[in-house]
Each structure stands twice: as C-alpha cells, then as structure tokens.
C-alpha cells in the first residue's frame, strides 16, 4: 500500500539549537525503543548538517551495547576514504562511543555499486522495520542518493539497496537505499539547513515530486528546517 507523504515542519532560527534538539530527539527515540524491545536500528545519512547532529550524539547517554546503524547511501570509494559517509560518521561519532562494530553495518561499496548494492539488500533482509532515518536534502531535492530523473526504488518489490550508476556529482557510482525501504521506519526525520536549500524546500512544500517525496512511512516525515528562509 502506498501513503501520501505527510510532512511535519519544524522551523528553527538557529541552526545550533537544530542540531542540540536532533540529537536529544534521537537520544529520546532509541532510549524509547531499547525499552520497547530492547533495541535501537536507526539509519544515517552524510552531509554537513547530519555531521554537526552526531558530534553531539558522541556526548549523549545511552545503551549503545544494542544500536544498530545502517547507512541510507554511500559513495563507491576505498573503505578509509574522507569522503565516505561511514568515516565521516567513525570520525565524528561512532569511533568514540561503544557500538559493537559488527552492529555497525557499512555499505560495501568499495566492491562496486552492483555488487554492494546486492550484498547490503541481503545484509537488510533480517533488519526488519527501522526505529529512525535520518536523510538529508540536496539542492536538487534529492535525498541519500535519490536524484532527480533517476530510480528511487518505490515498488516493495525492488531490492531494497539500489546500484546508481550515473549520479550526477562525482563519484557517479554510489550505492542507496531505496525510498521504499527507507519507508519501512517508525520515525524518518529530514535534517535541512542552510538557504541554498530554500528552492527545493519550496518546491517540495508546494507539492512538487522531487526524490525526497518519494520517502513515505505510515507515519509521516518529520522536516527538520534551519536557517533556510
């Protein structure tokens, strides 16, 4: 079945108090779901705001012993690579609190978008729904790397990590989850700042079909704006 997307916008001036509420939410999200089940799956996203979000989450209090990450896209680059979303995540956050590493599940994209791409929907078939997703949103409107004109992976039936082979920034091959599997989550929440975003914010408020409107779970998106009008 396929839902309208349902947006809840959160405005913030400041792009500071942004990133100290994001990080007490997510506290609060997986404190709420260890207790619920005894553990927290949340996926990440790259880029700059994402990035100054989980230099607060190093300092936060939690049972990290039951996290479990995941990555809502990566770029095809050797695994220590600066420009990788897992070491920009190790490098702020993950290397300094205690996540087993094997509930750190990194995209192996340094072995292709094809390859990577098959071995991460397989490495997803036992992770059930998602607690949280955290994306961001490009100037472009896309989202993980969900492009404009390209396949975002809406039909359930599509493998759940998508090979993108002609991304429109370099590197081209990259490896994304799919909006349909993005989808399957309690919470997702879009982490926006910055007014060279306002155009597609605009547009995507408007009603316009840009790659971050194809991310549709049961119960809606939070937006999460900063510093963007």
């Known amino acids: 079945m396929t839902f309208p997307q349902i947006c809840v916008w959160h405005e913030y001036p400041d792009v500071a108090l942004l990133y100290l509420r994001a990080a007490e939410g997510i506290a609060r999200v997986a404190a709420e779901a260890v207790s619920r089940r005894g553990a927290f799956r949340i996926v990440l996203a790259g880029g700059n705001t994402p990035q100054a979000v989980y230099r607060h989450l190093r300092h936060i209090q939690a049972e990290w012993s039951v996290w479990h990450v995941y990555f809502g896209d990566e770029r095809c680059l050797p695994p220590d690579h600066p420009d990788r979303n897992s070491v920009m995540a190790a490098q702020t956050w993950l290397d300094h609190v205690a996540i087993p590493d094997t509930q750190i599940h990194r995209i192996p994209a340094h072995l292709g978008a094809d390859v990577a791409a098959s071995r991460y929907s397989g490495a997803l078939d036992d992770a059930g729904d998602f607690d949280l997703v955290l994306l961001g949103l490009g100037q472009d409107g896309h989202t993980a790397s969900l492009f404009p004109g390209r396949e975002w992976g809406g039909d359930k039936t599509q493998s759940a990590a998508l090979a993108i082979l002609d991304a429109p920034k370099p590197p081209s091959g990259r490896v994304s989850l799919s909006a349909s599997r993005l989808s399957r989550a309690a ?24 790659p971050a409107a194809s991310i549709v779970p049961s119960n809606g998106v939070d937006v999460w704006l900063g510093d963007v009008y």
């Open 187 to 210: 919470k997702v929440w879009f982490l926006v700042t910055g007014k060279d975003k306002a155009e597609a914010v605009r547009k995507w408020r408007s009603g316009e079909i840009i």
